[in-house]
């Protein structure tokens, strides 16, 4: 089956650029979203179709795709960004996926 | 304003079926392009994608678990129910449902309901 692989953890110290990986045979075919998801709560797109940001979502959250690699970046992260985010992509039109899920700590 | 919210038992025997429904506001399953899913997260781990219902009555499925899973709406009821049979206490999860965007041949889940926790326990 399909699978989109994320690093387990990402850790940064407030103020610097958080990049976050997602990495699928796919991806150069198949747009790929992004979630953030803290402590007890349910998870929020912060990226669209690859690169899109939805309305209320800070500027510093970025999206970019490469081959088959996507990265949300998180420029200047604030303590509240500590979260797991999970990426989601498709391997066809009919069958969603989610990656394992990064834990971003920050220092 | 676009909401969900699920509900069902939180706690059901081994090999019962599970029924949850999604009851939702803000817009219509009729319109071309929407679509609710149904997506579960076992305590401490990732989000697994379980199923979708599209405007148009199509039915998709997780190819692991598509001959336990059965989801259906009701538009006039602004609702879509999920089935699953024979639980387990892998099961054990909490499930959300979610709307989902079918546009550019993609979708993607905004937004999600709160999430019900679903114990499989005898």
């Known amino acids: 089956s399909y699978e989109l692989t994320q690093p387990p953890s990402v850790s940064v110290s407030p103020g610097q650029t958080a990049r976050i990986t997602c990495s699928g045979d796919a991806l150069p075919k198949q747009y790929a979203y992004w979630y953030q998801q803290k402590p007890g709560q349910a998870p929020v797109l912060v990226i669209y179709?690859?690169?899109e940001r939805p309305s209320g979502i800070p500027e510093r959250f970025s999206g970019s795709s490469s081959g088959t690699t996507v990265t949300l970046t998180i420029s200047g992260v604030q303590a509240e960004d500590e979260a797991d985010y999970y990426c989601?992509?498709?391997?066809?039109?009919?069958?969603?996926?989610f990656g394992g899920g990064t834990k971003l700590t920050v220092l | 304003q676009v909401t969900l919210r699920e509900s069902g038992p939180a706690l059901v025997k081994p090999t019962q079926t599970l029924t949850l429904t999604c009851t939702f506001s803000g817009f219509s399953l009729s319109t071309s392009g929407m679509c609710v899913s149904w997506v579960r997260q076992p305590p401490g781990k990732a989000l697994e994608w379980l199923a979708l219902i599209d405007w148009d009555d199509d039915k998709y499925y997780s190819t692991s678990l598509k001959t336990r899973l059965t989801i259906s709406k009701d538009t006039s009821k602004n609702q879509v129910v999920l089935t699953m049979t024979n639980m387990d206490p892998v099961d054990t999860a909490t499930y959300y449902c979610?709307?989902?965007?079918?546009?550019?041949?993609?979708?993607?889940?905004?937004?999600w309901g709160q999430g019900t926790l679903v114990t499989v326990s005898s």
């Open positions: 179709k690859d690169s």
């Open positions: 979610a709307r989902a965007i079918y546009g550019s041949g993609s979708s993607w889940f905004d937004p």
């Open positions: 989601q992509s498709a391997d066809s039109s009919s069958s969603w996926v």
